[in-house]
């Protein structure tokens, strides 16, 4: 099992950027894939999640109506679309698994990706 985040970068504010989820491996029929982030000094937060057997998905607060995560079966992979990027949004960005239900815990989740850097400038 194994899960690649790529797709980060240096953006302005304002600005957009897509990361990516690539799973290989297994099959993601019975997962839900979350999106995570780390900025220095601080706590993993929960960011995303989709669950891959019927769509549906899950944000924090302050990324909602900004961020958009999709799935696509063909590529068994799971994106997340940034919009109105904010300095705040800076962080390392790692995608992780679970089965079946989604959860905004860090713990809850099983396999990780590496992480991808975005840095936000102001």
């Known amino acids: 099992v194994q899960l690649q985040a790529s797709g980060g970068g240096l953006v302005q504010a304002g600005g957009s950027l897509r990361i990516s989820c690539a799973a290989s491996g297994f099959t993601l029929d019975d997962y839900v894939i979350g999106w995570f982030r780390q900025a220095p000094g601080k706590e993993r937060e929960f960011v995303a999640s989709i669950s891959w057997s019927d769509g549906s998905t899950r944000y924090i607060g302050s990324v909602k109506g900004r961020f958009a995560i999709s799935r696509d079966s063909a590529e068994n992979t799971v994106y997340l679309q940034m919009n109105s990027l904010k300095p705040e949004d800076t962080a390392v960005y790692y995608c992780?698994?679970?089965?079946?239900?989604?959860?905004?815990?860090?713990?809850?989740?099983?396999?990780w990706g590496q992480g991808t850097l975005v840095t936000v400038s102001s």
């Open positions: 992780a698994s679970r089965l079946n239900v989604i959860s905004i815990s860090v713990p809850n989740y099983d396999y």
